[in-house]
Structures are given as structure tokens and as C-alpha cells.
């Protein structure tokens, strides 16, 4: 009798209170993936130096080094469906002002790097409380399930919704998909307030509430990174992340002209074929769980990022687009395989009470360097806008090599952790 039951505890459904944040974060994708899309080839209308479109690039990612971890300390203390529809209120803002200056034919690649910069800005606090609300909404045994969904939601509404209606609307009028992007950004901002409300607290004031006590103490920064650097585990992984996540943005960050001049795609078609390159990353968001459950957490964490520096270094390697663009599907895949089980570990292994700060702090280290490695992925596209897929790949090869016992020895957590992970918000329990 128990042992039937055990896998109708793993099929337990997510709940009424996921499933808002699931909507929330849909909508705020939907926004994402149309701007991602639309906004590097508004650049291409102001430039065609391959440096200054990696910069574009780079820029995105400059507000987790800069904010990363102010928003990681703000979501330990605040309501985080407050913060959520505030930041995407000032990204709605920011499009309605870049919409302006396109109509008013002002707009500079200088004023588009200001935008993008506020846009990332809105987007640490935005994505930063997503990951930490998942862990209050269901059980330790569902982690996998919940991130496999919102990955796979992620993956099908950028890259098969948002980035071909970005593309053809850009044909049509840059300034449609801004619009649009807006939009969705001010929608999934007031759909974040319909979380339940216990969630949306810190987990050391929700548990305080939930039995009637003062909230405890939170512990310290000091206690976070303490803890960060103390975990074995965590810290060379955080370090392995690191170089990995820099070495893909090396390769990615003139992949826009890669398309438009070396395999001369139509703009209006860029999105179409980058929504093929979404194929392989929705397979592996769709089936990463399963292949954890089957075959193990280190084992699918290993071949996952090998898989990833493969496939893109197969881009680097080959002069057919049809190729290029299986190569890319291929790495797309292996790296949706990764962010499952590597995102179920960190919301497990980190206490509850600090995973704000925590991922902030995660994800200011693992995106520090990226905007450096995207804008010298640039300079390299100069020679040949080849090359850095040839040498990004190498390098998340030869990572992945290295570091073969450290990604194995992640199936010792399966079954265990150094703090218990923090209790679902039971249902009912909306504002």
C-alpha cells in the first residue's frame, strides 16, 4: 500500500497559488520574449558594428552585477507581489518612453542601451522573486515539476509566441513590438498580485504567521555568504555556472548578425528561425524531470552542459543554416536540461529564510562576468562572426570535462539536504 502511493504523492497537483505565479510569469515572458526579439534589431537600424551589438547584449545582463544582489536583500523583507508589479510597472514605463523616442525619431543606440538597462533592472527584482515564491507554493518532491513547467512556459512563449510575432511586427513598424512589449510587462505585473499572500512574504515571516508567532530574525548578509562560501558543493558549482553561463554569452552575443549576414535570413523571418532553435529547448525543458527521476541528478547535469557546449560549437563549425540551426536546437536543448535539476538544487539546498539574498547573490556572481564576455565575443565577431560559437563551445566542452566528478556527485543530494526546504503555502490562503 505504501509503496503505490508513493507516486501519487509525485503527481500531486501544483495548486491553485502555482498556478498564478505560472500565469504571472507567462504573461511577463510573453513581454520578454517580444523585447529580446524587437530590441537588437532596432539596433541593427542604428548600427551594424558587431561590438556594438554584442554591447546591447552585454548590457542586458550588466543589472544582475549591479542589482543582483540589492534585489535579492529587498525580496527577503518585502511583499514580493508588491515588488514584482512595481518592477513591471517601470518596465512598462520604459516602453511606452522607447515607443516616444521611435516615433519621434530621436532614438540613439545610446537612449536603446538606457532602455535595455532599466528594462534588466526591473527584471532582477521580477525574476528573482519568481524563483524564490516557487519553493513556498509547493513541496520538496514537486521542485523539478514546477521548474520543468515554468522553464517549458518560458521556452514556448518566447520562442514560439513572442519571438515570430516580434519579427513580423518589426517588418511591419518598429515600434508595434515595443508596444506590445509593454503590454505584457504591465499584465503580468498585476497578475502577480493574485499570489497568495503568505507566499509572497519572506519564509521566516510566513512561517512566523502561519503559527501565530513574531516573524524571527532573518539572518544577516554576512550569514548568506557565509553560507554560500561554507557549502562545498554550492561554491564550485557557483564557480562552474560562472564560466559556463560566460562562455555561451561569448558565443551568443552577435548571433543576430550572425543570422542576418552570414546565413542571410529576412529579418522578418529572424524570429521564425530562432522559434526552431526553441524546438530543442522545449524538448529538454519538457522531459528534464523525467530524465532526473530516471537516470539520476549528476549523471542528466553532466551530458546536459556537454550536450550545450556541442551543439554550440556545432554553429561555429558549419556554413549551412539548416545545420547551424540544428546545432543551435541541440545546444538550446542541453542547456534546458540543466536549468531544471541545477534550479531544483539551489532552492533545496538554500535555507528558505535567505534564498532571496542568496540567489541574488547567485545569480550577481554567475551574470558578473557575462557582460564582459559578450562584449569580447563582439570584438572576436569582427574577425569572423563564427568564431565565438567556436570558442565558447570549446570552453563549456572542456568545463564540462574538468569538472566531470564535481556534476556526478550532485546525486548525493536526491536524497538529501543541509536545510529543509521551506513548507508549500497551503491553498486558501490569497489575499
Not at 87 to 101: D, H, P, Q
Not at 322 to 339: E, K
Request: hydrophobic share 55%; glycine share 10%.
Amino acid at each position: 500500500m505504501t509503496a503505490a502511493a508513493e507516486p501519487r504523492v509525485r503527481r500531486t497537483p501544483m495548486g491553485a497559488g502555482f498556478n498564478r505565479l505560472w500565469t504571472a510569469a507567462i504573461a511577463s515572458n510573453l513581454a520578454d520574449g517580444i523585447g529580446r526579439t524587437a530590441v537588437p534589431l532596432i539596433a541593427t537600424t542604428l548600427t551594424r558594428d558587431p561590438a556594438l551589438i554584442a554591447g546591447l547584449t552585454a548590457v542586458t545582463f550588466l543589472p544582475w552585477l549591479l542589482f543582483g544582489i540589492p534585489a535579492g536583500m529587498l525580496l527577503d523583507r518585502v511583499d514580493r507581489r508588491i515588488a514584482m508589479a512595481v518592477a513591471n510597472s517601470l518596465r512598462f514605463a520604459v516602453a511606452a518612453l522607447l515607443a516616444g523616442l521611435i516615433a519621434a525619431d530621436a532614438l540613439t543606440i545610446w537612449w536603446l542601451y538606457a532602455c535595455v538597462l532599466l528594462f534588466g533592472l526591473g527584471e532582477t527584482v521580477f525574476d528573482n522573486a519568481t524563483t524564490t515564491v516557487v519553493p513556498s507554493l509547493v513541496g520538496r518532491d514537486q521542485l523539478d515539476r514546477a521548474n520543468g513547467r515554468m522553464q517549458s512556459a518560458e521556452i514556448v512563449v518566447q520562442n514560439f509566441i513572442a519571438t515570430p510575432i516580434a519579427g513580423f511586427l518589426f517588418a511591419v513598424a518598429l515600434v508595434l513590438p515595443v508596444w506590445l512589449t509593454g503590454s505584457g510587462f504591465l499584465i503580468a505585473g498585476l497578475l502577480a498580485l493574485t499570489i497568495p499572500a503568505a507566499a509572497a512574504r519572506a519564509f521566516g515571516q510566513q512561517t512566523a504567521a502561519d503559527e501565530g508567532e513574531e516573524p524571527a530574525e532573518r539572518p544577516g548578509m554576512g550569514a548568506v555568504v557565509r553560507f554560500l562560501v561554507g557549502h562545498r558543493f554550492l561554491r564550485k558549482m557557483i564557480v562552474l555556472t560562472s564560466l559556463t553561463a560566460s562562455a555561451l554569452a561569448f558565443a551568443q552575443g552577435s548571433v543576430i548578425l550572425l543570422l542576418l549576414q552570414t546565413f542571410s535570413v529576412p529579418e522578418a523571418l529572424v524570429g521564425v528561425v530562432t522559434a526552431g532553435v526553441g524546438i530543442g529547448a522545449l524538448a529538454g525543458a519538457l522531459i528534464s524531470s523525467s530524465l532526473v527521476a530516471r537516470f539520476g541528478r549528476g549523471r542528466i547535469m553532466f551530458w546536459s552542459i556537454l550536450v550545450s557546449g556541442v551543439g554550440v560549437l556545432g554553429v561555429g563549425v558549419t556554413a549551412n543554416v539548416v545545420v547551424a540551426v540544428l546545432s543551435y536546437a541541440i545546444g538550446a536543448f542541453g542547456v534546458a536540461v540543466w536549468n531544471v535539476p541545477w534550479g531544483a538544487l539551489r532552492q533545496a539546498l538554500i535555507p528558505g529564510d535567505m534564498l532571496g539574498r542568496a540567489m541574488g547573490i547567485v545569480r550577481t556572481i554567475g551574470w558578473g562576468l557575462t557582460p564582459i564576455a559578450t562584449v569580447l565575443g563582439g570584438f572576436v565577431a569582427r574577425i569572423d562572426l563564427r568564431l565565438p560559437f567556436v570558442i565558447g563551445g570549446a570552453v563549456v566542452i572542456v568545463l564540462t570535462l574538468v569538472c566531470t566528478r564535481l556534476l556526478f556527485s550532485a546525486r548525493t543530494f536526491d536524497a538529501r539536504s543541509s536545510e529543509p526546504a521551506p513548507r508549500p503555502v497551503p491553498e486558501g490562503s490569497a489575499s
